[in-house]
């Protein structure tokens, strides 16, 4: 019963979505209920959800990641270039991949928590400048797919199971990373990320070295595309226009599954359901025979509105309790608007409401009394 | 005392300056001349589209929202423009108000998305745009549409070497300016992108400033269609998606000082941010750069100028206490006050605890609050 | 509050419902091919071109003229013009617009042209090149065009437009400072240029191709079409001649449009797949040609007959695969044309007005000497190169320098 009200709830509304979505889709096809093709189906969203977990950490803490995209081709590039046809190769070349990825999330994490520039501007600077860097490196053209030992992690996994007869590793990689990610929101850097988010001035008052935990996020999130980079390697082969534009992707799934640009709050399994949402709703566009050319509007106006509603329902549950509001204008709502325009970082002290200011001094709120 | 105020809008336009100086080198060492009518003419034209979109962006964004709508208006709007116009200059004023009519309206719907249904900014435009996306592959196969020679004149005529879409956007800029520094709405619009939990108990309407933001972007970005319609001779449903304008028109926000949190900022700043973008363009142009180093450099001329005055302040608020602070010397009288203090509390003290033990937690409060205020 | 929530969201959904409804019943608008609909009313396609595919059909057919282990000098049907006006010694400067380098067919011609360059720099017929890359954008395009006629101090221009209607204005304003205007690739509404060079056309990639995948397949049978992007007018003819074929012949074709990206593609075969069976692929360009293939292997099903295009991944793909294919070709060897034109007409010779090349799609008797020849390059390299008689050749393209 609970669960039932919670999936009816603004916090489950991307469940329930995605539970509508597949129900339609199985309508219409009801080939997609066999547990195969079920399988494809997670195969082919495993890259999105793992970008959309990285994104996740970022945007808890009220950054962006815009270079997600970029990353994941130029990581889909080295990967066809280093490797080539050598199997012997391939592991090194991981690692490589690995520790490329986190060095990027440590440039982003670092200009942006050091030299103060907005996450914003950062990850779109290098965007741009990887992308050119990897097209110039290569003369805009990949080598060639690499080893089809490479190739298996993304293609491949463990046939002739009972009952779903084949379990790509791109499941089994989604699987494990999203549990690396929940065992992570669940340690310290996890709610230090969400505090962040929601007030970047209390945390460092409160002691948390802020530079470190952004830039382990941004890391987090390189990495993220990095695996992602190399489950698409084996879906869809090297092509320089593998993984354009998934970091839009991947805000927008993140923000369908709740998490509020800005910061401060989220879950990370939502943000992942969140994921699932937008490829289902592409899969249902392509079954339901929608004029291809008709999908991008279809998709706009769903976003628009699933945005909507979680974000309205949210505020209607988070009246404040304390304060009576007898007055007829509660249409403004008191509680904070802080969460919901996009502003990293520094919301005011105004947080949760006005709280009557009392007579003792010393328990004013700190950054009047340290000025800035 | 006074300092001389170094804000970021002259920083920008430092930066700009030292741009040009460098780019003038650079391009003497290939052996043209930087100044030459041809290039000033290739600059200031690279420079009126974006500018338009990066005006209207400005407005937008000191209201704390995003707008990344603007290249499918932009090729709607040029598509409008096209279609109603069919070579025919007596359709000139009805097509030109017919696009930016209906770009109000996209403005109007964006303004109305942030604001009452409290979407993010970024989402609602994002979502939006995609909307305008489906509208443009629905109903348009291509190029369509004839601009007449009339109009096309707008595109490419010029004063000497400036053209005159570039005089169209600094005069559009001055207009903007005087509607942020001077009207209430533009007051409104700072306030309420600085804080808008602040500005709405101050008694500002926090609604109204910035779905006229919105509506004012989404306008702007009708006239660089217009620009743009103007110089390709037709309407194109691809011609914003070519220019990557949304990105590109925040970056030069950002890069002109205004923060992406609102509240402050400057159209002048923006200029000279689109100006720098504008150069550093040409100069790699005309040094026939690698297309692909093209965009790297792109990037890191992005970061690195916002860098260099990112670390200062971003919100320069004099210190209200401590030294510099508005108190007017009150700290030295504290300080010189305080073995008195410490001596007076020991007497009390010394009173109360003969007398008996009921003000002891006064006094303690009372000494550990003279001790913490002389110590902060 | 409720209130206007309410109102919001209905406004909203309205919004977004009469951007569905209106868009589709609006009658003065052309929809667009719908997917799975294959026969359309009269009105059509509308980039079908009676009276071009019918040009282009008659092209095909035509044996071109011109040295035959030269197919970049080779034309077809030409119409000469004097150009003795145009004739001077010394070594000219050429001025390049070029639309942009952004996919792996434009990098592999600019890489040839440039190597084509160095030839004609050693002949001393062109003293040097300047380029200025628009990087897709019609707006920057027309700059670049209007720089080099106030500061490039050029002897000829070269123009490889971004668009067709867009470019006009531009192209003309060149032509009037009086230089020589050589147009390649896509063109313009506009005949002022010396030359206009290009292969064949796109009805007859189309032709080709569908008359291939018709000749395999019965009535009946499914076809996928993975079309790159909407509104290019290059590969819009390509589609609108395929579909009018297919449609004549009973054939169930389907598009999509995959931004060139392999996992989109992989996703559409797979979901066609689970539908029902897909007898073949058309494709009007042929990135991604080898996701599209994967998608069948995964699934466990047989190969389809399939057109990709000359790039070496489809071309390898095709051996090792062994299915019905077909490779037509956009003849990239004709990035070597432009220069050579420039050298005839400075010379005084003849060219011809509208420079037609050949366009010959390579079939499965051939593949094996284009793989022997291209052995060693990129998957992104283009076997019609034209350039194995330049001096580099073949590590210039192996290392794929872009210059």
């Known amino acids: 019963m609970r669960f039932l009200r919670t999936l009816v709830s603004p916090r489950g509304a991307v469940f329930l979505l995605l539970v509508i979505l597949l129900a339609a889709i199985t309508i219409l096809n009801p080939n997609f209920a066999d547990p195969g093709q079920l399988m494809r189906f997670i195969q082919r969203v495993a890259p999105i959800a793992i970008v959309a977990i990285g994104q996740y950490f970022v945007i808890v803490a009220g950054e962006f990641d815009l270079s997600q995209g970029s990353l994941i081709t130029a990581q889909v590039i080295i990967a066809g270039n280093l490797v080539g046809q050598d199997d012997s190769r391939t592991i090194p070349v991981l690692l490589l991949m690995l520790v490329f990825g986190a060095a990027i999330g440590l440039v982003n994490g670092l200009i942006t928590t050091l030299l103060k520039v907005p996450s914003f501007i950062v990850t779109l600077g290098m965007m741009l400048a990887l992308l050119g860097a990897v097209m110039w490196w290569t003369g805009g053209a990949a080598t060639g797919n690499p080893a089809d030992s490479f190739r298996q992690i993304g293609r491949g996994g463990i046939r002739d199971l009972p009952l779903i007869d084949f379990l790509p590793w791109s499941v089994l990689i989604l699987a494990a990373w999203l549990a690396i990610g929940i065992w992570i929101t669940k340690r310290p850097l996890g709610k230090v990320l969400i505090a962040v988010g929601d007030n970047a001035r209390a945390v460092r008052y409160a002691g948390a070295r802020d530079w470190w935990v952004l830039t382990r996020a941004f890391m987090i999130s390189s990495l993220s595309a990095t695996i992602a980079g190399v489950l698409l390697v084996g879906y869809a082969g090297v092509h320089p226009s593998v993984g354009r534009g998934y970091e839009f992707i991947a805000i927008t799934a993140v923000v369908l599954g709740g998490v509020v640009l800005g910061g401060g709050r989220g879950w990370i399994v939502a943000a992942v359901a969140g994921a699932f949402v937008l490829e289902a709703l592409f899969l249902l566009l392509n079954i339901a025979g929608v004029p291809s050319s008709l999908r991008d509007a279809v998709q706009g106006v769903i976003i628009i509105a699933a945005v909507a509603y979680s974000g309205v329902a949210f505020r209607a549950r988070r009246r404040p309790r304390a304060a009576p509001h007898a007055s007829p204008d509660s249409g403004k709502e008191p509680d904070d608007p802080a969460g919901e325009s996009a502003r990293p970082s520094a919301s005011p002290a105004l947080v949760g409401g006005v709280t009557p200011a009392g007579p003792a001094t010393t328990t004013a709120r700190p950054d009047q009394i340290r000025g800035d | 005392m006074k300092r001389l105020r170094i804000d970021s809008t002259v920083i920008v336009l430092a930066i700009l300056v030292l741009v040009i100086a460098i780019g003038a080198i650079l391009v003497a060492t290939v052996g043209r001349s930087f100044f030459s009518p041809g290039n000033i003419r290739d600059i200031l034209t690279g420079m009126s589209v974006l500018g338009l979109v990066a005006i209207g962006q400005t407005l937008v964004i000191l209201g704390a929202s995003l707008d990344l709508s603007v290249t499918y208006v932009m090729s709607l709007a040029s598509l409008i423009a096209a279609t109603t116009m069919n070579g025919n200059p007596a359709n000139i004023p009805w097509a030109v108000t017919l696009t930016l009519l209906v770009c109000a309206g996209i403005g109007l719907a964006n303004g109305l998305i942030v604001t009452v249904l409290k979407v993010n900014g970024f989402i609602a435009t994002l979502g939006v745009g995609l909307i305008l996306q489906g509208v443009l592959n629905t109903s348009f196969q291509g190029s369509a549409g004839s601009v007449p020679w009339a109009f096309q004149l707008i595109g490419a005529t010029g004063i000497g070497p400036v053209p005159i879409s570039t005089l169209i956007m600094i005069g559009l800029a001055v207009v903007v300016w005087w509607l942020l520094g001077r009207t209430r709405t533009g007051a409104h619009l700072f306030a309420v992108g600085g804080d808008p939990e602040v500005a709405r108990l101050s008694g500002v309407r926090t609604k109204p400033p910035l779905i006229v933001a919105h509506v004012l972007c989404s306008v702007f970005a009708g006239l660089a269609g217009l620009l743009l319609a103007s110089r390709l001779g037709v309407g194109s449903p691809t011609v914003g998606q070519q220019g990557g304008y949304a990105l590109l028109s925040i970056a030069a926000v950002v890069l002109g000082g205004t923060l992406l949190l609102g509240g402050r900022g400057s159209i002048w700043g923006t200029i000279g941010g689109v100006a720098i973008f504008a150069v550093v363009d040409n100069v790699m142009s005309v040094m026939q750069v690698n297309p692909f180093l093209k965009d790297v450099v792109r990037g890191v001329v992005i970061v690195a100028a916002v860098a260099v005055y990112s670390r200062r302040a971003i919100v320069r608020r004099r210190a209200r206490f401590g030294p510099g602070g508005t108190r007017t010397g009150g700290d030295a009288a504290a300080a010189a006050a305080a073995p008195d203090m410490v001596a007076a509390a020991v007497a009390l003290e010394a009173g109360a605890k003969d007398t008996g033990a009921n003000d002891t937690g006064a006094t303690d409060a009372a000494a550990t609050d003279a001790g913490g205020e002389v110590r902060s | ?403």
């Not at chain 3, 230089?179 to 390649?184: C, L």
Request: contains cysteine; charged residues 25%; aromatic residues 10%.
């Open chain 3, 1 to 403: 509050m409720r209130r206007s929530l309410k109102i919001a969201t209905a406004s909203v959904a309205l919004v977004g419902l009469f951007a569905l409804a209106g868009c589709t019943t609006d009658p003065g608008v052309e929809p667009p091919e719908p997917s799975g609909d294959t026969s359309e009313p009269a009105a059509g396609n509308e980039w079908f071109d009676q009276d071009l595919f019918d040009t282009q059909y008659a092209q095909r057919e035509v044996i071109p003229e011109g040295p035959e282990d030269e197919p970049y000098l080779q034309h077809i049907n030409a119409e000469f013009v004097d150009t003795s006006a145009y004739a001077s010694m010394g070594a000219k400067k050429a001025c390049f617009a070029n639309a942009s380098i952004s996919n792996p067919w434009r990098q592999t011609g600019w890489i040839t042209m440039n190597q084509q360059l160095k030839v004609l720099q050693d002949e001393g017929v062109i003293s040097s090149m300047e380029t200025r890359d628009a990087q897709d954008s019609d707006d920057t395009q027309i700059a670049d065009i209007d720089y080099f006629i106030a500061e490039g101090d050029c002897d000829v221009f070269i123009i490889s437009p971004n668009s067709t209607a867009a470019m006009t204005p531009a192209v003309e304003r060149a032509c009037d400072t009086g230089k020589p205007v050589i147009v390649f690739d896509r063109g313009v509404n506009t005949d002022c240029p010396v030359t206009f060079i290009h292969p064949i056309g796109g009805f007859a990639w189309g032709i080709d191709t569908a008359e291939f995948l018709i000749d395999n397949l019965e009535a009946g049978d499914k076809v996928v079409a993975l079309r790159i992007l909407p509104g290019v007018d290059v590969l819009e003819h390509r589609w609108a001649a395929a579909e009018k074929l297919f449609d004549e012949a009973g054939i169930d074709a389907v598009d999509y449009f995959t931004g060139a990206d392999p996992a989109e593609i992989k996703s559409i075969i797979t979901d066609e797949l689970a539908k029902g069976d897909v007898k073949g692929i058309w494709m009007d360009a042929g990135d991604g040609a080898v996701a599209a293939l994967e998608a069948f292997e995964d699934a466990g099903v047989d190969y389809p007959v399939m057109t990709g295009e000359d790039e070496m991944s489809f071309l390898r793909k095709w051996k090792d695969a062994g299915f019905v294919g077909l490779a037509p070709v956009y003849s990239n060897f004709q990035w070597r044309t432009p220069l050579l034109a420039a050298k005839m007409i400075f010379a005084g010779e003849q060219v011809p007005s509208e420079w037609v090349l050949p366009q010959n799609p390579i079939n499965a008797e051939e593949l094996d000497r284009y793989l022997s020849e291209n052995e060693g390059m990129p998957d992104g390299h283009y076997a019609k190169f034209g350039g194995e008689n330049l001096p580099g050749y073949p590590e210039v393209w192996q290392q794929r320098l872009i210059p």
